[in-house]
Every structure is written in structure tokens, then in C-alpha cells.
């Protein structure tokens, strides 16, 4: 688990625009380790974690891309069924809300990387590295009740 500085830009929804961002990035030799691309009507948000953010800041700056960088935690998991609401229900235990997540994609040996944005980093990774290898799942029974009908009048 570390800490790493994400990317948001913001792109119109035109044909060869995220082409261009890309070419950028690989003149300036700027390797995209998380990536993650969103659409709207408007225009489209690409979310990415990248190897030199000095390099990428120089690329977007020339190609006048409007970006927003934010902190947010890479957790490797296992690419298992319940390994992310195990991750969730951690967070939760601790009311650590979860703003978004984005799986980044595979790793050796059966693992994936998942991104986070949480509002209290430091919060965030004490709790997961103190729970790291301690199920936090409760058995949650849930009661279904039918609702009370009022007396019929007569």
C-alpha cells in the first residue's frame, strides 16, 4: 500500500483528443501505471497514476489540458471474490468514507491493484496496515418486519 499522486484531467469528447494526450505523454517518456478514463455528455475525465509527475505536469501545461492532482492510496488485494469488501468494510468499521475506487489491474502471483480516494489519508492507511491481517466482516443479521396496518375502522 503507498500513497500516490493521481491525475485528473479533463478532456473534451472529440475524436484524436485522448489520442494526443497519450502521444504527449510517451514523447516526454512519461510511463501511466493506474489509468482510468470516465465519460460524461460534456467531456471525458481521465484518472491516472504515472511513473515521473514533473514530466506530466510539463506535458499537460504544453498541451493545455485542464488537471487536477490529488493524494490517493494504491492497495494491493487479493483478485479474489470479497477481497474489495473486506477493503470496504475496514474503511467503514473506522467511518472512513470512500469517495472512488478504480481496480488498476493485475499483478504477479494472483494479486490487483486497487486505487482509493479517501478524505483522511493518513487515517486511511494506519487503519488498513493495523488491520491487515484481521477480518473485520460481522455477521449482520437483518430482521425483516412487516409493517405495523393501522385497525381498520368500521
Known amino acids: 500500500m503507498e ?38 455528455s460534456e467531456h471525458g475525465v481521465i484518472r491516472m497514476i504515472v511513473d515521473s509527475a514533473a514530466d506530466t505536469r510539463k506535458v499537460l501545461k504544453k498541451l493545455n489540458f485542464p488537471v487536477q492532482e490529488t493524494d ?28 472512488y475506487m478504480y481496480c488498476a489491474g493485475g499483478s504477479a502471483r494472483g494479486r490487483t491493484v486497487v486505487v ?11 487503519v488498513l496496515e493495523n488491520n491487515n491481517n484481521k477480518s473485520t466482516r460481522r455477521d449482520m443479521k437483518i430482521k425483516l418486519r412487516r409493517p405495523k396496518t393501522p385497525a381498520r375502522r368500521r
Not at 490517493?72 to 469517495?99: E, M, Q, R, Y
Not at 482509493?116 to 494506519?126: G, L
Open 72 to 99: 490517493v492510496i494504491s492497495v494491493t488485494l487479493s483478485n479474489k471474490p470479497g477481497a474489495a469488501a473486506d477493503l470496504c468494510d475496514k474503511l467503514s468499521a473506522a467511518h472512513i468514507d470512500i469517495a
Open 3 to 40: 500513497k500516490c499522486l493521481q491525475f485528473s484531467i479533463f478532456l473534451a469528447n472529440k475524436p484524436g483528443v485522448l489520442s494526443q494526450l497519450f502521444r504527449g505523454l510517451a514523447k516526454a517518456k512519461v510511463n501511466i501505471t493506474t489509468l482510468s478514463v470516465m465519460d460524461s
Open 116 to 126: 482509493i480516494k479517501v478524505p483522511d489519508i493518513k487515517k486511511a492507511v494506519k
